[in-house]
T-cell receptor, first 114, second 116 residues
C-alpha cells in the first residue's frame, strides 16, 4: 500500500525567508509525485509534479521540489516566501501502473508572517 | 492547464432532500474522475472513483446508496447526496485525471453543502 507523510501540521516562516514543506512517501516502484495548494474555501490547485528526469522540479508561483529517491522524499521549497503563499499544501503520490489512484498527505498549513 | 468546473459552489438544502453536484472537465476528456470529501482543517477523504460508462468504485465506509455517482460522459460526473442529513454537511471536491500527463489530477473549486 502506498502512503504519504507530511510530518508538520504547520510551518511558520517570515516573509522573504526560504521555506520548506516536507513530504515523504512509500510506494512500490517508481512513483509520480505531486504538490497541490489549497486556499481557504477553494479547491486544490496543481503546483508541480515529478514524473522522471531531473530531480529538481520547478512549478508555479516560484515553487520547486526535489525528488530524493534514497530518502523517499519530495520536499517543497521556495527561496523567498510571500505572505500570499499562506495556504494549505498537500503532497500526493501515485503509482505508475495499476489503479494509479493517488494518495494524499494530511496537508501542511503554511503561514508566512509579514 | 486543464480546467475542472464544479457546480454549485454553495448549496443549502433541507434535511431529507437530495442535492446534485456536477463536475465537468472543460478542455479535456478525463480518464477518471474522483470525488473527495473534506472536513474543516482536515485532509481529503476519497469517496469514490469513477470511469466513464461504468459503475463507481466506492471507498470502504462510503454508502453508495446515499452518495450516488453518475459518470455519463468523459467530461461529466455527478454526485447526488440523497436524503441529506446535517452530518452530510461538508466540502465536496471533484477531480479529473488525465493519464497522458502522468496521472496529474486537476481539481474543481469544490462545493460547500449545508444541510439544515
Amino acid at each position: 500500500a502506498q502512503s504519504v507523510a507530511q510530518p508538520e501540521d504547520q510551518v511558520n516562516v517570515a516573509e522573504g525567508n526560504p521555506l520548506t514543506v516536507k513530504c515523504t512517501y512509500s510506494v512500490s516502484g517508481n512513483p509520480y509525485l505531486f504538490w497541490y495548494v489549497q486556499y481557504p474555501n477553494r479547491g486544490l490547485q496543481f503546483l508541480l509534479k515529478y514524473i522522471t528526469g531531473d530531480n529538481l522540479v520547478k512549478g508555479s508561483y516560484g515553487f520547486e521540489a526535489e525528488f530524493n529517491k534514497s530518502q523517499t522524499s519530495f520536499h517543497l521549497k521556495k527561496p523567498s516566501a510571500l505572505v500570499s503563499d499562506s495556504a494549505l499544501y498537500f503532497c500526493a503520490v501515485s503509482p505508475r501502473g495499476g489503479s494509479y489512484i493517488p494518495t494524499f498527505g494530511r496537508g501542511t498549513s503554511l503561514i508566512v508572517h509579514p | 492547464g486543464a480546467v475542472v468546473s464544479q457546480h454549485p459552489s454553495w448549496v443549502i438544502c433541507k434535511s431529507g432532500t437530495s442535492v446534485k453536484i456536477e463536475c465537468r472537465s472543460l478542455d479535456f476528456q478525463a480518464t477518471t474522475m474522483f470525488w473527495y470529501r473534506q472536513f474543516p482543517k482536515q485532509s481529503l477523504m476519497l469517496m469514490a472513483t469513477s470511469n466513464e460508462g461504468s459503475k463507481a468504485t466506492y471507498e470502504q465506509g462510503v454508502e453508495k446508496d446515499k452518495f450516488l455517482i453518475n459518470h455519463a460522459s468523459l467530461t461529466l460526473s455527478t454526485l447526488t447526496v440523497t436524503s441529506a442529513h446535517p452530518e452530510d454537511s461538508s466540502f465536496y471536491i471533484c477531480s479529473a485525471s488525465l493519464r497522458e500527463t502522468g496521472n496529474t489530477i486537476y481539481f474543481g473549486e469544490g462545493s460547500w453543502l449545508t444541510v439544515v
